[in-house]
């Protein structure tokens, strides 16, 4: 019999994987990733220095760190994954559609049914590269158009920004970027890293677990927020009208997107402070985008006074992107292209040292029915 006690209503508060990973330690204000603190890996490193730290469980030399770059540069995207998109209805949702692709994949890798962590962490840097390029390339992809193919004589990061708003892009932009996909890497047990934890519990391979982690992430409770985020700030159009848009909708009892936190909940997600300075520094190098700065710190003062709640990263990811000039509906497929690091890392961890995920219910439907 199933102990009542121990029942918590979406697993809130319980410890569901032991892990070397990381760890969101709320007391201390800090996001600790195999170590270090997420913020300084934001200000210090660069992406592929933390897809490596991920992956070998500390930062990389110099040679392991090009070795990885090249593989998730030069990464090739099967011309049946491009072929696949193409025949998709075009309404179809971007995550939807990645959410295809990355299972799609499977069928390339003569080896996709081994789930060996040696063969993961081997194959890790090339599936980075692919999803990126997916990511880069679905809107295209929909039209169409040919993809943009990665170019090795850039890094990975402004490979990937380029190949998404296809033209030259500065240093400036791709150092926003590449910081919201550190941010984005890795998060301790959000419900994509438990789903892809879950599914890789029944020894079943990558590509699934992955799968399961794109399905999870679409929703709007998680990453689908970023362009929820996006539409509210278009919606409202200045500060004046973010201020009343916040107002009706708490009014409707509607959810804020971009807002609250299962585990940060009455503080600000440590991510969104970091994302804020970001998009300071994009407004200033680029000259533009006050007012869209103006508008986030309304919505965030009008949601602490009223129900006391904090931005998470999605919250100022949103507008950092938007001046970037990305397409909105590719927002939640790169914080699923910047997570593969973390999901991989994850994925391989749960089959080093696995234990089937079943868990127990507690049964209130009837009893004793006879037909
Ligand atoms: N807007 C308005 N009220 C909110 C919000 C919000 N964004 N978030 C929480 N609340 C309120 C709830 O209505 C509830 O109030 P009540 O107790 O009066 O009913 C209370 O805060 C607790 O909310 P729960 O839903 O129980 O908290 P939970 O931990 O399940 O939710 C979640 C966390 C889903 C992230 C929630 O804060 C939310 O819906 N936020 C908006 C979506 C979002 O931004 N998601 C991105 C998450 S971060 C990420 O994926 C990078």
New binding site residues.
Partial sequence: MADERAYSP?L?GVIAAETQISFLDTENEEIVIRGYNLLELIRRVGYVDVVGLLLDGHLPEQARRTELEREMVTATVPETIYEILAKLPATMHAMDRLRTAVSALAGFDPEANSPDPELDRARAPRLIGQVAQIVANLVRSTHGEPPRPFDPQYGFAANFLRAIVAREVTDAEVRAFEQSLIA?SE?EL?NSTFAARVVASTLADVYGALTAAVASLKG????G??E??MYMLLEARDAEGMEALIRQK?AR??????????VY?RRM?PRAQLLKETLRELVTAQGQGEELLAMCQRGEDV?RAE?G?YP????YAAPVYYLLGIPIELYTPI?FAARTSGLLAHIIEQHRDNRLYRPRVLYTGPRGLHV
């Fill in positions: 979406g809130e984005y998060h959000p709007p409770l998680h990453g927020a970023n929820a985020v708490l009892k509607e959810r804020i997107m971009g807002f609250g936190h299962r909940m997600d949601m129900k709640l998470n990263l999605d919250y914080f």
